[in-house]
């Protein structure tokens, strides 16, 4: 039976739930291992005078301490721009930016250290704040424009005219395994290093160059992560190549592990953003025009900022037609770690922005916000192309709107709050139905390439290598399903090894929710391939000349680990036959795989183009509950709406809506960084980072997937739903924000995200000329 459309569990599931997987710093301990740290800044900014490491010479147990001078390639690292250094050599950029590496047989040893090792920094002025940055002039890159028609001249003929900002906050990844490399000295100036990585080719090119060697010399191998939401994306490369550079000057394997607390002091988060925008409309809701100016805090360094401005800037009209629209995006560089992806990359913070400006321009009109929501979609066979000029096809918005708003009773429901609302002094309620109109590939359209490697053994087992990675995703399970049917195999015939650069090279990194389309297409290829080799095999073993069939490759099937011959399916043998019969032939039972996405451009210089294979469209409806007197928020009931063409393991493909959705829900309510005036992060623990748990999700979740037969652009007619739930969840937020609406406009009009307890009661009790959520 075939695989694909099952419910089959995560192949770590067991593992995971028993304790029996591994994770990276689960693997015991090599002979000689040492243990990896770092001294950091103790100021967010400053020049270092000096580094005394004398004191520390006679500490037991230390082996090691490296400076910047000790690193034998160059001390860059960046993805985009290699403006990021791995051991701080003359300027500090954020508290906890390294300094010095300390390589020891015991963390007492580590501890000893950083007592011991003296710093001498003198401070200069530091910028945390975007206010603070475009103030000073502190930028990253330049000004980026996507627009179309005119927005200016547009605006000052609409019939309506709005203008206001909107700050939207951070988020910590939370992944439950922090950032972890071991790395073991080999032969010949060779390193093989184990990464918790989401790009293993990026940490593999980063080590390489930190420690002066070719790519070649340099494996990495990723099997599994515990969490990672794009947060090892990129930024597992510096402790990878921490580990290296130890294991290099030691010749001992060395293994860095950051605790909990240091791993979220030191690595960058979700970007927070700051917008400001007018748009113009007319009575009945619709938009004429729309100009925004998106300021992201991108941290002390470029890191991927580029990419989340361009993706939030592409996302900024969302669901709906804006004939005249222009966006700007600037990156402003801060004294932070540096931020960096995050899952939704961008969209999210693009997205929240026009959903916010439906609302006030509903607040304006007094009409229903999802009114106006409809009123704005992208039609079917007109008014369907984005400001950056790709067509929408096969566009489903208007139907998920509809059947949505039905099934969901948005109207009655609507009506009952609205009465609630009369009646209760100590609560209020809100609803809302939000979009998501979310861009599927990378828009970097280099990275939009992946390879497989398939082998056949003589058994009749299969092992699959990609250069995907699995963070818990499930994306190992939809490999084997994907071959499995290739082949005609059951799915237990079938395993995927652990992501490694030595079998699979320069890969891109498994994000952008791409990581089924792409490895699964290249390990598809591979598979098709080696089914027309032993198609052309096995006709002649089929054939049966007694009765005239002639052998036919054309018509030789595999299925249910059986292969036969279509026109007489009794003519058939095992698999496991057929490939040790090839293998004694000598026909090659190996294949190597490569998909490259087709029909994507976008030139940056002109903001146009069609950078996205297709679009993954949703929505949900949510209801809240605040009560008047503390500000807690509870979510009553959310219903979601997603096309997610045919699935293709529609429990795992329910796991990353109902997950994704969640995760949101946390960024648009509970989830707040806080720092000091110093710019240390205040919250850096789960006693003072609340994360959803169990008592925060809705009452009701009703979860369902569109049926669209006319998907039929992607993997087995499949969509990518890695990211676009967790956007849905910004109708929470809207619903907060409709809530407040009740207790006064200007409450609603001044909420900012995350919309915390605290943020919600001061909203209700401040005047209007006092900010709230500014940070």
């Known amino acids: 039976m075939p695989s694909v459309g099952k419910n089959i569990p995560n192949d770590s599931a067991a593992g995971h739930l028993s304790g029996q997987s591994i994770f990276l710093n689960d693997v015991l301990p090599a002979r000689n291992e040492l243990l990896v740290d770092v001294l950091g800044s103790p100021v967010a900014h400053g020049r270092i005078r000096s580094v005394d490491l ?21 001390n860059c690292l960046g993805s985009v721009m290699k403006d990021e250094h791995l051991l701080a050599g003359e300027i500090v950029d954020y508290i906890g930016d390294p300094i010095v590496l300390i390589a020891a047989e015991t963390r007492t040893a580590i501890e000893a250290a950083k007592k011991t090792v003296l710093l001498d920094i003198e ?19 330049p000004r980026r424009v996507i627009e179309r028609g005119d927005a200016t001249e547009a605006l000052a003929v609409a019939e309506h005219h709005l203008q206001g900002s909107l700050i939207t906050g951070g988020q910590e990844h939370f992944y439950f395994e ?33 420690l002066g060697l070719p790519f070649n010399h340099v494996v990495v191998i990723s099997k599994r992560m515990g969490g990672a939401f794009g947060g090892k994306e990129t930024q597992a490369a510096a402790p990878a190549a921490m580990a290296a550079l130890a294991a290099v000057k030691t010749r001992r394997p060395c293994r860095i592990a ?14 927070p953003f700051q917008s400001r925008w007018s748009v113009g409309f007319d009575s009945s809701g619709k938009i004429s025009a729309l100009a925004m100016d998106l300021y992201s805090n991108a941290g002390c360094s470029c890191d991927v900022s580029p990419a989340i401005m361009e993706r939030a800037m592409l996302h900024s009209d969302n669901a709906y037609f804006i004939p005249n629209f222009r966006v700007t995006g600037r990156l402003c560089k801060t004294n932070l770690p540096s931020n960096t992806a995050f899952r939704g990359f961008g969209g999210p913070q693009g997205v929240v922005n026009i959903e916010n400006i439906i609302e006030e321009i509903a607040l304006h009109l007094g009409k229903d916000a999802l009114d106006v929501r409809q009123i704005n979609c992208y039609g079917i066979d007109e008014r369907n192309v984005t400001p950056y000029g790709q067509r929408i096809e096969n566009n489903p918005l208007p139907a998920l709107f509809a059947q949505l708003r039905q099934s969901s009773g948005y109207d009655q429901r609507q009506q009952g709050i609205a009465e609630f609302n009369k009646a209760s002094p100590t609560h209020v309620r809100g609803m809302s139905m939000t979009a998501v109109k979310f861009g599927i590939s990378f828009t970097k359209t280099t990275l939009n390439q992946a390879n497989a490697l398939v082998n056949i053994y003589t058994d009749g087992s299969v092992m699959v290598s990609t250069g995907g990675t699995e963070m818990g995703q499930g994306l190992n399970t939809r490999i084997r399903q994907i071959v499995a049917d290739e082949l005609g195999v059951r799915f237990d015939d079938v395993i995927v090894a652990p992501t490694s650069t030595d079998k699979n090279n320069n890969t891109s990194p498994t994000a952008a929710s791409s990581g089924t389309d792409l490895n699964g297409a290249a390990a598809t290829n591979a598979c098709r391939k080696l089914r027309e080799r032993l198609a052309d095999f096995a006709a002649p073993l089929l054939a049966d000349p007694q009765t005239g069939l002639a052998p036919s490759a054309e018509h030789v099937r595999f299925a249910d680990g059986v292969v036969y011959d279509s026109r007489r399916p009794e003519r058939q043998m095992k698999f496991q036959n057929l490939v040790l019969r090839a293998y004694e032939a000598r026909v090659n039972l190996g294949e190597r795989g490569f998909h490259a996405t087709p029909g994507i451009n976008f030139d940056r210089d002109t903001g146009k183009g069609a950078p996205f294979y297709y679009f993954t469209n949703g929505v949900a409806a949510s209801e809240v509950e605040i009560d008047r007197f503390t500000g807690e928020l509870k979510v009553g009931r959310v219903d979601v709406l997603i096309d997610a063409g045919q699935c293709i393991n529609p429990g795992i493909d329910r796991g990353q809506l109902s997950g994704g959705f969640i995760q949101g829900m946390g960024w648009v309510t509970t ?34 997937f569109l049926e669209n037969s006319k998907n039929r652009i992607n993997l087995l007619n499949s969509k990518a739903l890695g990211e676009p739930p967790l956007l849905l969840a910004i109708s929470v937020w809207t619903a907060a924000k409709q809530a407040l609406s009740f207790v006064s406009p200007d409450a609603a009009s001044r909420l900012s995200l995350p919309a915390t307890g605290e943020t919600l009661l001061l909203a209700m009790e401040l005047p209007q000329s006092i900010p709230v959520g500014v940070r």
């Open 54 to 74: 004398s004191a520390a010479a006679n500490i037991p147990g230390l082996v090691a301490l490296l400076t910047h001078q000790d690193i034998p390639g160059h």
């Open 123 to 141: 401070e200069l002025a530091p910028v945390f704040s975007i206010d603070d940055a475009i103030a000073a002039e502190s930028f990253i890159g």
């Open 178 to 210: 922090s950032q972890t490399a071991i790395a073991e000295p080999g032969e010949y100036g060779r390193m093989t290093v184990h990464s918790s990585t989401q790009h293993p080719t990026e940490v593999q090119e980063a080590v390489a160059e930190i």
């Open 258 to 271: 950051l605790g909990k607390d240091d791993d979220m002091r030191c690595t960058g988060k979700r970007h």
């Open 671 to 704: 989830e707040e960084l806080n720092y000091s005036s110093r710019g240390e992060l205040l919250s850096h623990s789960p006693t003072t980072y609340k994360i959803p748990n169990i008592g925060d999700l809705p009452e009701v979740f009703n979860l369902e």
